[in-house]
């Protein structure tokens, strides 16, 4: 009975769907940790990047000038990132939280500055699907890739990109070695620190996307549960896809595919247990493929150490 | 290019050290001043109206220490927990589990009355330590990174909370997702009548003292300050590293269970889901703003109390909207962060000459 | 002192008929003989309250070699890592062909064709040798020219002999390869001014006497070479001029010649003639601590387990383990210390089996243990200097009693001991990360000898040590040896070794491949053991050592 709610395209079509906002954060924390920084803020900047993107969106009446915004949400985030984590070399975990608490205090302070505690909440016509002439005319494939959001389109034609930018250019190489021995980089005359803060501008540019799609496709409305979590998950999808972005994408696939799967679940009543149970399975899903993982030891070298030239 | 550089201070002055969370608590009401500002009020006004309504008074004041009281219990379950450097991020789900236990103990009508407060606190710290060792456990044999794991287990136990909330629990008169209350006889005593001042803030207030003769006094105290600041070192030293961050991460999950025994106990005397609004998170920056030291986290509770407190009634009075306690607290976690390091370095600023012509 | 650049100039000999020019911009080539390939003026360097340089002039020209000797945090180190844009030197001017060099950063020092080859590989090991060379080269737009690498691969390697497999992962390569590569980079870059920075220390003999050959095709190809160490005869054989500095200052600046010995250059890095330590005859006494067929763990590609090593040593007695660094001297040290326990293998203590060794069962049964890496494994940086010392003791009295710790038993006995090693600054409040090298590994000595252990495993006791902290602690391990301790001695230096043990082991690939009396030490054969597992000597492998009586 499970199974046939499983085998059906509208559940793979929505695995995919559910699994976009994981593949854009979790490459911006692959760029963030490659080059040996970890972005734990990723979940308060989604979140920002989110309600900044709805409220561009919402006053301009343009999707894409919110997709904009929270890009550049992102971008800005990824530099106060870079200004704590590689300028003043402090804790990264301690950062990342309270740049979590501080984005994500941000988002509710100016969400109900500008729209009030009114009881509907503010919303907008989101993204629509846009089916690729031909493609989308495949029988299961079809509805399942090629019937989709622009968005996420953008999303899975970023993950060649990023692991081309990776493992094929001077840049790339730059970046990677700069995660790996920072003093092989340094002595190599390239500048750790600069190379550093724009690795977390790409990061905090994706998961601001990441927040974008959560608000102006997936949702049509911010809601201050919108993240719940999310960005947590792409860590755990980070360490899973073991650096690597066509990794990460399958692991955020099957990631999807839990979270489509407990969404089936809730509505059809299959199974009669209380719907929060469902809820928790990503959560619980993630937990145990942390432990299943953990041993891999494909992590940056110099994953979490500040860099400092002239510390004694 | 601008370039920043940092020296190592050799000497540490005690001034400096104790003036730091002022400093960064300073920094962190300016820069949210900006905010304040935002909002179309005077900042000074704003933050008056916060001071005025956290202690303006017998019931603001004892108000602002019931609040209080949770915060120190997760401060201190942080502070334990950092100190092993067990990034122990999952005090709310403690505190939710603390609290779950103290509810399904303290409406036990089978029980002795007089037992109903003791079994509360012990399971209550019980739940909560062994909601705490699981992540640790899983750090130290399997390598699994608590910050993530801690995380996850927040999540995991307050969609178990909700689930229990609105199944077994569900109140069928009202048809809310509260779960029953608990008898008369489990109900926290009062330490001041008139007042919501109840035994759990006594129990805060002792845990601060006992966690600083722990850390301070003890050799488990001694073990976990040198399993966590160099595991190595310790483990040759003949340290049981994997049980000194067990035992550490048993006392932080403990103390983290209390603080939810008393919201049960002494506030709601039920259980329902906004049961904490964050004190496990606060928690996170009361530990960071008294730097781990266990009788430091009773006044870094209480201001963030009071910013907590006293933003709801600021709220009502200047439109101001009350997230700004939360911004508040995110920058001051920031703010000490940056006090600190310069609190061991000394900041050196330079210009590089201009980059490489080719 | 000299200032300026030219006032340099003229301290230099004049040289009859040689016009004074020089060809600006990268490829100079044609030079006067008197305009030196690099000059350092007057160079300052104060970190904190230490001036780490002081008014340092360095010159270096073109085809020659210059050894720079000191001890440690003699201030080599810092000088080069101004010369290589690491640092910025607070005074002093740099100036390249005559010309005055602005070198702010790794990226300028690259492009004024300096190349740097630290002590320990700066490379990256998950990537390839090729992606090694490639990262940071400039101008390569959006593809990684790996072309190029195979073409100056060959070039390299035609001119030098420094041959390197561009697809390989530097992970799957030797240490003396690393160490190729690390050249090799420097090379790659165009790289006329090459520092070496202790490139032998981690080399054995024959694979130092293949770099040297690079180093003299080298200088014949016109590259300037400083090269520092500490391996003196090794200097002596490979420079022509040698600067000696001592607390920030150059001290001495000669040329190589005949008349220069070990003995002289020692005496300048220290600035007083060494003492060694005399071994006076002692009394051995029975077997204190015993490995029956011990079996190391081995780690990198292939190592399967290591042969069984079988080791005693008595009471009064000092074992010397020789063996260049990374033969298992930490495997087999942590083996008998019981960090981590060797996976097969009996451990006997006054000849009774130790049933599961761990650090606390052994230090119960009067074992100290003094690791290689004392900030890493035996200190706690963070700490105060008191807790660093009572680390191993605090769980037993007078340090604690039923679990309260006696903060000031522990006070008490950090003065004493501070005293007694005079270790400097004299406060224990303060964080042990913040004392010096030497003074660090004082304090890790003076907590492990404070209650007399019957059996001492110290790794590399006078590592960074200046000359007379080393006599310190080598006449506290002789004092320990007179009372009867039994003392496993593991050092790289071999001249250590030789002097202070009764015995000599030589490890080589976690194997015991050779052993001696200091009655009949043979240099040699030891030399031929470290490097290459032969044995040469009598004994066959696996070796038991047996125990001389004197």
Known sequence: MILDQILQVGFFAAAVRLAVPLVLGALGEVFAERAGVLNLGIEGIMLLAAMVGFTAAYFSGSLWLGVLAAAATGLVMGLVMALLCVVLGLDQTVVGIGVTMTASGLAYFSYRLIFGDGSIPPSVQPFPTVPIPGLSAIPFLGPVLFNQFALTYIAFLLVPLASWFLFRTPAGLALRTVGENPYAAASAGIDVGWTRTRALMISGTLVGLAGAYLNLAAFSSFSFGIVSGRGWICLALVVLGRWNPWSCVGAALLFGAVDALQLRLQTSGAIDVPYQLLLMLPYVATLIAMTLSARNAHAPAALMKPFRSEDR | ?358 | ?550
């Open chain 3, 1 to 550: 002192m000299g200032g300026n650049t030219r006032a340099g100039r003229h301290l230099e000999p004049p040289v009859a008929d040689s016009v004074s020019f020089s060809v600006p911009g990268e490829h100079g080539l044609i030079l006067a003989a008197n305009v030196p390939l690099l000059e350092m003026a007057g160079i300052e360097k104060r970190f904190g309250d230490v001036l780490a340089n002081r008014a340092v002039d360095l010159k270096l020209h073109a085809g020659e070699v210059l050894g720079l000797l000191g001890e440690n945090g003699a201030g080599k180190t810092t000088l080069m890592n101004i010369l290589f844009g690491f640092y910025r030197a607070d005074a002093g001017r740099i100036s390249i062909r005559g010309k005055q060099a602005v070198i702010a950063s790794p990226a300028d020092a690259i492009a004024h064709g300096i190349g740097m080859v630290h002590q320990h590989a700066h490379v990256v090991d998950r990537h390839s040798v090729a992606e090694n060379l490639l990262v940071g080269w400039p101008g390569q737009g959006l593809r990684l020219d790996h072309g190029l690498v195979a073409s100056r691969l060959g070039e390299i390697g035609a001119a030098y002999g420094l041959v390197l497999d561009p697809a390989r992962k530097v992970a799957s390569l030797s240490v003396g390869e690393k160490q190729r590569l690390e050249i090799v980079k420097a090379l790659f870059r165009g790289a006329r001014i090459l520092i070496l920075d202790e490139p032998t220390s981690v080399l054995t003999p024959l694979q130092a006497e293949g770099l040297f050959k690079a180093i003299r095709a080298m200088i014949a190809d016109g590259v300037g070479v400083i090269f520092i160490s500490h391996k003196l005869n090794q200097v002596r054989a490979i420079t022509s001029r040698v600067m000696v500095m001592r607390r920030g200052a150059v001290v001495a600046a000669l040329p190589n010649e005949g008349s220069l010995t070990n003995a002289r250059l020692a005496e300048l890095m220290c600035g007083h003639e060494l003492k060694p330590v005399r071994r006076e005859a002692v009394s051995v006494g029975p077997i204190r601590i015993e490995a029956r067929g011990l079996v190391l763990q081995r780690h990198g590609q292939g190592a399967g387990p290591s042969p069984a090593i079988e080791l005693a040593i008595r009471g009064g007695e000092i074992l010397g383990l020789a063996g260049v660094s990374g033969n298992g001297q930490v495997q087999l040290a942590e083996a008998l210390a019981g960090v981590r326990p060797a996976p097969r293998g009996t451990l006997l203590v006054d000849g009774m089996p130790v049933p599961r060794p761990s650090p606390r069962s052994l230090q119960g049964l009067g074992l100290a243990y003094i690791p290689e890496d004392r900030l890493g494994a035996g200190l706690v940086a963070g700490l105060p200097l008191e807790a660093s010392m009572v680390l191993p003791r605090i769980h037993m009295a007078p340090f604690s009693h039923s679990g309260i710790v006696d903060r000031r038993a522990i006070r008490a006995f950090a003065q004493r001991q501070i005293e007694a090693y005079s270790i400097r600054p004299s406060s224990p409040g303060i964080a042990t990360g913040l004392f010096s090298g030497g003074n660090q590994q004082k304090a890790i000595v003076a907590r492990e000898l404070a209650f007399e252990p019957r059996i001492l495993i110290i790794a590399q006791p006078t590592r960074g040590l200046d000359v007379s902290a080393s006599e310190l602690v080598h006449r506290e391990i002789m004092k320990l040896r007179s009372k009867g301790c039994a003392i496993l001695l593991i050092s790289d230096d071999l001249d250590e070794i030789l002097q202070l043990s009764d015995r000599i082991a030589v490890l080589y690939e976690s194997a015991i491949v050779h052993e001696a009396t200091a009655d009949a030490i043979d240099a040699a054969a030891i030399g031929l053991a470290m490097t290459s597992g032969t044995i040469a000597a009598r004994s066959s492998a696996p070796a038991r050592l047996e125990v001389q009586p004197c």
């Open chain 2, 1 to 358: 290019m601008l370039r920043l550089s940092f020296e190592r201070r050799d000497e540490t002055s005690v001034v400096r050290n104790l003036m730091l969370p002022v400093v960064a608590v300073a920094a962190s009401l300016v820069l949210c001043s900006g905010l304040i500002l935002l909002a179309g009020t005077n900042p000074i006004l704003a933050y008056w109206t916060i001071v005025k309504s956290a202690f303006g008074g017998k019931i603001p004041i004892t108000e602002t220490l019931a609040k209080a009281s949770p915060m120190v219990l997760t401060g201190l379950a942080a502070a334990v927990a950092f100190r092993v450097r067990f990034w122990n991020i999952g005090a709310e789900g403690q505190l939710l589990v603390g609290a779950m236990l103290a509810a399904f103990i303290g409406a036990r009508s089978e029980l002795p009355a007089a037992s109903l407060i003791p079994l509360m606190l012990v399971a209550g710290a019980g739940g909560g330590a062994l909601a705490a060792m699981l992540p640790a456990f899983m750090k130290t044999r399997l390598k699994v990174d608590d910050v993530v794991s801690t995380l996850m287990l927040n999540f995991i136990i307050l969609y178990a909370m909700m689930a229990l909330l609105s199944g077994p629990w569900k109140d069928t008169t009202t048809g809310w997702p509260d779960s029953p209350d608990i008898l008369g006889a489990a109900e926290f005593p009062n330490l001041w009548r008139g007042t919501r001042l109840h035994l759990g803030v006594l129990v805060g207030a002792l845990a601060a003292v006992a966690t600083w003769l722990l850390v301070r006094w003890t050799t488990l105290g001694f073990a976990i300050d040198a399993v966590g600041e160099n595991a190595r070192a310790a483990h040759h030293a003949g340290l049981d590293v994997q049980r000194v961050t067990l035992s550490a991460a048993a006392i932080s999950g403990a103390l983290a269970g209390l603080a939810g025994v008393g919201e049960v106990g002494g506030i709601q005397y039920q259980v329902m889901g906004s049961i904490s609004p964050g004190y496990g998170y606060s928690g996170l920056v009361v530990a960071m703003l008294a730097r781990l030291n266990p009788l430091g986290v009773v006044p870094a509770a209480i201001f963030l109390a009071a910013i907590t407190a006293g933003a709801d009634e600021m709220s009502r009075q200047t439109g101001v909207p009350v997230f700004l306690a939360d911004v508040i607290q995110g920058v001051t976690l920031l703010t000490m962060l940056i006090a600190l390091i310069f609190a061991s370095h000394r900041l050196r600023i330079g210009w590089r000459a201009g980059r490489r012509a080719s």
